[in-house]
């Protein structure tokens, strides 16, 4: 799909489990709009997309928008931070003209306006990698 073609929502519980990034062993989390999440624990170049790990934004979610490899100006902090066992209802909207990007988990949101990939072709994803640890 292409942003500013219409309105784009997406909305999924998901449960971080009781093993949280720490230290030894580090997890990444992508949820939302993206064009593919490498087994490297490379971000995606294209999507607007909630992001957790304990080394990015305090261990919050974090709200990203990446256009052609680059988030620059683009991400914003929800204001959650992530706990292990705990449910997270989390929402990704782009509006209909591609130009603003709204980030919710559990209420708390953020926007951004800048990078939203309006000519980079997305889909719908939700995955986690592991970049540190046995």
């Known amino acids: 799909m292409l942003f500013g073609g219409g309105l784009w929502v997406s909305n999924i519980m998901l449960r971080i489990p009781t093993n949280l990034s720490d230290g030894t062993n580090t ?8 064009d593919g999440i490498t087994t490297s624990n490379i ?5 607007c997309y909630l ?33 292990a066992s705990t449910w997270y209802d989390l929402r990704v909207s782009v509006n209909a003209a591609g130009s603003l990007a709204t980030f919710t988990v559990n209420g ?16 719908f994803e939700a995955g986690i990698t592991k970049s540190a640890g046995t």
């Open 27 to 34: 997890y990444t989390t992508y949820n939302g709009f993206m």
């Open 43 to 47: 971000a995606p170049a294209n999507g």
């Open 51 to 83: 992001k957790y790990s304990n080394a990015i934004n305090s261990g919050k979610w974090q709200g990203v928008c990446r256009n052609a490899g680059s988030e620059s100006g683009s991400t914003c902090d929800t204001g959650v931070t992530v706990a």
């Open 108 to 123: 708390s949101s953020c926007t951004t306006a800048n990078n939203i990939p309006t000519t980079n072709k997305v889909s």
